[in-house]
């Protein structure tokens, strides 16, 4: 099984072949368990998650229609797995609330503004991951989602329940946040 | 023409912008560097971001789940805790006067100590003492650890253990001032209607709970059946428990069947001779149980770690299902989402149906007897306890020479110290009982369990001193004569304790001579204190 390519073992799947299950478990559950890691506050919480996303691939992977890749689409499935999780924590309310329009004004440029640079050694990669965990929950989960999971800033919108823009809004400011973070971090 | 703000490029860069408006920037970009330049640091910037991301957290790299040195160490804790628990609560039992109800619960009575009589032998000969000693040995190496890196230790000392869940709640009980409701009757019912707002502990021959118990339910009974809803943990001393209404805590089981046919919230933990949870039936969390059947047909969300005659399983366990003892199957309708791993007499003794899913690895180990001795790292094992019997024996000797070659000494009092011991033995952990119950003992109780361990620890070294002495019979009293007899002895016991059968009987004998001595030799010391 291990040297099957994807689509075979993903074909074998759908037929609810427990060995092309397990597989597809062995390939993706760190991936699926880095997601819900970021995206949710505690290990445990991401260990539940990650279970119940491989839990419910028996059935979930028949919807799967290969239009996206399937790694993907799996992070897709697990990110709103964590989204649910996250509602059923406020008890059914959404997940980030409210999101006021700054516009689109262009930033004075600082220092701490201007994108981050470009060679980035090991360990300075360690604090951007340190940074983004440190990041408030509502510019957390749609950078997450944009740079971890890859989805689109439509997809984002439907699976935390916003606007498109909005979704567009929440990661330019993640970013700024995250740039401000590490500025202070290196001084 | 304007250039364009800081945030329409991060969308450009993000493929997001619409296609007109992309075509714009495009073009604008061919005559402006300045733009350029910021497309190319938010391109720059996204590849970090994303290269940061995929690098995953260190605990991801770890490996998933989570390495099972930690849950074994914690599960092993747990069941350590709740057989001794169990043990010193049926001496304390029997010190009381026990309802009729109860009396099946009393390890004394007429019936009872036939079944006294093969469990204990049956418990000596496979190790029981061995685990006891062993049990010990790492409390002593906790005290030590605490001694040295306390610091350490104390930020990263969390208390959400289950045992301290359940202590906790035992000592909330025992505190006077804590709201509970005591109930005592043949037939105690909360009915469908009532809710009870406090910890409800309930005595009788049938409790029946139809209504709501808003605190925790702990019931001694001979049946106990909760159909409603009890929001926090259920203590269940009942021989049998049947919970078909809904826990939302954790369930401590010392009883002798457990049915589960309802929701529960978190986790099973206990000793039960016959645990099932029925196909309807739904776990929040994991189990952790040790007893004679187990039957696992509905869900379990996480992990199940059982240590049991026979294991069936045909529900559902979320992660990882870790199995020791006699026979384990693994039915059609089985689902394992994560690892298998089994430790069985014979291979034979493994079902596991062609349409049961495991999601991870299985790891079916047999065991064989006398594997330890074949493997290397069982000796490095046993290296590092002496060494570390060493250690402590020197520092005691360093610390208090006189009491500890007085206790040695002590030793060669022969019954005296051995009479002494099983009194000690089975008398300090009703003691520690007693003392807890009121809020002033809480402080002693936990003291006096700290020496007891400590004691049980050091019991092997006054006895393997004493030991050595005998054999070398050493000219002198130096410290140097003290601790070469100390590592003979030892060695000597260590060596004799895996004999199979005896090994058992003689490291009980250790304990309990080790410990009579200690008490002889505490006695002595404070009546000198009293005279002088």
Redo the contacts between chains.
Sequence with gaps: MEGLDLESVIERARSHDADALAEIYRRYVRRVFGLCRYMLESRESAEDATSEVFLRLRRSIESYDGSIPFPRWLLRVAGNECIDALRRQRRGRRVIVEVEDRGTAVEAPSAESSPLSVVMRKEERLDVRDAIARLPENYRLPLVLRYYSELSYEEIAQQLDLQRNHVAALIFRAKQELRRKLAHRSK | MN?Y????C??FV?R?LAVHEARRLRDHLVTCPRCRG?VD??R??????????????E???LG???SRLSWVWGDVAASAAVLALMSILSVWVDKLRIPEALEWLNPFSTNGVTNLIFNLSYYFAHGGTAMLADYAAVVGGIFLLLGIGALVLGRRWRLHHPVFHLLIVLLLLSLPSFALERRHADFVAVAADETVDDSLLAAGNTVRVEGVVNGDLLAFCRNLEVRGNVKGDLVSFAKRTVVSGTVEGRIYNFSQSLDLNGQLGHSIYGWVQSLRVDNRAKVGEGIVVGGGDVSLEGEV??SATIFAGNVDVSG?I??DLAMAGGSLTLTNAA?V??NLSARVRQLKDVHIADG?????KRDIQVRVRQSPFTRPRFYFHQAVWLAATMLVGWLGLALFPGFFQACSRAVGAGWRSLGLGVGVLAGVPIVIIVAAITLVGIPASLMLLAGYLAAIYMAKIWVGAFLGRIILKPSGVTKRDWLLGLLVGVLILTIVGFVPYLGGLVRLAVICLGLGAFAWQAYWVSRTATTA
């Excluded at chain 2, 703000?5 to 329409?8: A, D, K, L, R």
């Excluded at chain 2, 049961?356 to 991870?360: E, K, N, R």
């Design positions: 250039c703000s800081e945030q329409v991060a969308i993000d997001e910021m640091a938010l720059a910037e996204n590849r970090v971001l994303g290269e940061s991301l995929r690098e995953l957290p605990e991801a790299v998933f789940p989570r969300k996480r559902t979320g992660r689902r989402n994560g049961a899913i495991v999601a991870g």
